[in-house]
């Protein structure tokens, strides 16, 4: 009987770590970037775009900070080549959007 709950509690433990580890997002071009949060696929990620995706709208307005570094309500893929895909994907990791 105890084998069986302990068997139980390790599966549990598994998938809850698993699932986690699936919501975060690790992006390996910015084309997937784009795809995302380019709703209207016009080269830019404007700042309603990129806040309309999350589910905590207030974390959204924080990692927006993070990437529209000029301040100007929106990332342009052509201006602002040089923002790393690690900078998506570690603003991904503090909370998942929709």
């Known amino acids: ?3 069986i709950f302990w068997t139980l509690a390790v599966a549990v433990t598994l998938l809850v ?3 986690g580890c699936a919501k975060k997002k690790s992006y ?3 084309d997937e970037v784009y795809a995302k949060y380019d709703v209207n696929k016009d080269g ?9 995706q999350w589910k905590d709208k207030q974390k959204a ?3 927006w900070k993070k990437i529209d570094r000029k301040n100007n ?6 201006l602002d080549n040089d ?3 690690n900078v998506w994907s570690a603003v991904e990791s ?5």
């Open 17 to 19: 770590a698993v699932g």
């Open 83 to 85: 923002m790393p895909l």
């Open 94 to 98: 503090n909370d998942t959007p929709y």
């Open 73 to 78: 309500g929106f990332v342009d893929r052509v």
């Open 44 to 52: 830019k990620i404007t700042k309603e775009e990129f806040v309309a």
């Open 61 to 63: 307005e924080t990692a």
């Open 28 to 30: 390996t071009s910015l």
């Open 1 to 3: 009987m105890m084998r």
